[in-house]
């Protein structure tokens, strides 16, 4: 199992920047890929940016340039950048961490961060 832990949301102005983390524990050696997903009310939870165990990323085209994901592996934490942020970014932020454990992939999730941008 994988546990999860964000931090880093809060309240900023439109233009202004954010860094969210996510230190993941556990079953860390299974981790595949992670990822932040955001919620706003009344939306369904839509995918922002994952990296891969690989180092790949993978950025929704809304935050293309603006949001950058990172990761410190010997922390075993990623982060998420936010910079010129929007008032349509307002959500709450989500990490995910996709697993392979004994040939079959499961999804965590962290408790949630709060992102408000006022305009």
């Known amino acids: 199992q994988v546990q999860l832990v964000e931090s880093g949301g809060g309240l900023v102005q439109a233009g202004g920047s954010l860094r969210l983390s996510c230190a993941a524990s556990g079953s860390i050696f299974s981790i595949k890929r992670m990822g932040w997903y955001c919620q706003a009310p009344g939306k369904q939870r839509e995918l922002v940016a994952t990296i891969s165990s690989g180092g790949s990323t993978n950025y929704a085209d809304s935050v293309k340039g603006r949001f950058t994901i990172s990761r410190d592996s010997a922390k075993n934490t990623v982060y998420l950048q936010m910079n010129s942020l929007k008032s349509e970014d307002t959500a709450v932020y989500y990490c995910?961490?996709?697993?392979?454990?004994?040939?079959?992939?499961?999804?965590?999730w962290g408790q949630g961060t709060q992102v408000a941008v006022s305009s």
């Open positions: 995910n961490a996709r697993s392979l454990e004994q040939l079959q992939w499961y999804d965590y």
